[in-house]
Nanobody
């Protein structure tokens, strides 16, 4: 069994940066891809970024490309989401989850969801 726990959220001003962490525990060697999603108030959960644990291939949503960077530190069993140039529309609860299907964007293919971490960006 695998557990994922997010941290690093907070309240920042537009233009600031934050780094989210997703710590993976349990059968970590079984994890193929870790994805980041977010859910803004009144909106559906949306794909943000994903990374393949072995190899490091990545994929991003168009809305965050060139601002966000996903990375992993396998010895620490941690996946990061570096968020730069934050905008008010990035305000959401951010979640990480795993999938065995590669760099897919549909949340239905992900499981072992964390509890989420709140990111609030004010203008």
């Amino acid at each position: 069994q695998v557990q994922l726990v997010e941290s690093g959220g907070g309240s920042v001003q537009a233009g600031d940066s934050l780094r989210l962490s997703c710590v993976v525990s349990g059968r970590t060697n079984s994890v193929y891809t870790v994805g980041w999603f977010r859910r803004a108030p009144g909106k559906d959960r949306e794909f943000v970024a994903a990374i393949v644990r072995i190899g490091g291939d990545t994929r991003y949503a168009d809305s965050v490309k060139d601002r966000f960077t996903v990375s992993r530190d396998n010895p620490k069993n941690t996946v990061y989401l570096q968020m730069n140039s934050l905008k008010p529309e990035d305000t959401a609860v951010y979640f990480c989850a795993q999938t065995n299907r590669g760099l897919v964007t549909a949340s239905a293919f992900y499981y072992s969801w964390g509890q989420g971490t709140q990111v609030t960006v004010s203008s």
